[in-house]
């Protein structure tokens, strides 16, 4: 009986069109905490008090002073690891196209993954709020709360809100690729917030294979995914490429 490793990657290896939907798991070996869980942010603060836009608008102060700030120095700090770099090395076989990702953290990028769709968009960038004018994270003088722009509007990350529209490109273009790949790789992802949760449905309702990288099930494991390989990206993805890798190129 072969290994969910060995099947994983006798599936990749045969695959024609592979994409990744990645979640906050794929980042925690990075030093960022993910947000349900054991040690999740969520468990500390509320979301719909903090990562909700009706509470940026209301008290843009209380949301920087609570969440922004700190994301900023964790954000800062974090370089790829071996499951984001992973899933470049996939590429670099031929078995990985596209990450979709609901991180806001630029990793994937920074590993060098070459089209990457962000779901949930990207704290590099801050924007203000009256002039539109964007500005790098790193330039945001955080001595004032809420920071502002030069022209005195207030400045907010260039991510997603709870309540908040997924921008169109990202969802249409996440939804296209997810209907045409013939592998799915679901790597750190709770997949309990919707729209990006509903991408593995709908790989596997045009006949893709689903498989999940994650310590603990989630509510694909079993249904939507014919696989799960259960443990940690940074640990799991060596392996599963080292097993892709012989499988295309037998030494
Ligand atoms: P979650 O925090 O909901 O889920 C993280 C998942 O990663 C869980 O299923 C963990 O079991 C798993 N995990 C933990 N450590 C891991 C590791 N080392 N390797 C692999 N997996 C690991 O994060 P997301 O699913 O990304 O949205 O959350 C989705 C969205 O909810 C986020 O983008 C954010 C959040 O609220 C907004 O803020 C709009």
Redesign the pocket.
């Known amino acids: 009986m072969s290994t969910p490793i060995e099947q994983a990657a006798d599936i990749l290896s045969k695959a024609k069109s592979v994409v990744a939907l990645t979640?906050?798991?794929?980042s925690?070996?990075s030093g960022i905490p993910?947000?349900?869980?054991k040690g999740?942010l969520?468990e500390k603060m509320d979301?719909m008090e903090v990562?909700h836009i009706d509470a940026f608008m209301e008290n843009p102060k209380r949301v920087w002073d609570l969440l922004i700030k700190d994301m900023k120095t964790v954000l800062d700090k974090a370089r790829p690891n071996a499951?984001h770099t992973g899933l470049v090395e996939l590429e670099e076989l031929g078995r990985m196209k596209t990450v979709i990702t609901?991180?806001v953290d630029g990793l994937h990028q920074v590993a060098g993954s070459s089209d990457v769709i962000e779901f949930?968009g990207n704290f590099a960038w801050q924007r203000c709020l009256d002039c539109g004018q964007s500005m790098p994270t790193g330039q945001v003088d955080l001595a004032q709360s809420p920071p502002q722009c030069s022209c005195g509007g207030i400045l907010r990350p260039d991510c997603?809100?709870?309540g908040e529209m997924i921008p169109t490109e990202a969802l249409v273009r996440s939804q296209q690729v997810s209907a045409d790949c013939d592998v799915m790789l679901v790597?750190?992802?709770?997949?309990?917030?919707q729209p990006?949760a509903s991408m593995p449905f709908i790989a596997k309702d045009n006949g893709a294979d689903v498989i999940e990288?994650?310590?603990?099930p989630?509510p694909l494991t079993g249904r939507i995914s014919n696989l799960h390989l259960m443990g940690?990206?940074?640990g799991l993805m060596p392996k599963l490429v080292a097993a892709v890798r012989q499988r295309l190129h037998p030494s």
């Open positions: 979640g906050a798991g794929i925690v070996e993910p947000f349900r869980g999740g969520w979301p990562a499951g609901q991180n949930h997603i809100f709870f790597v750190g992802t709770s997949a309990m917030v990006s990288i994650n310590p603990e989630t940690r990206a940074a």
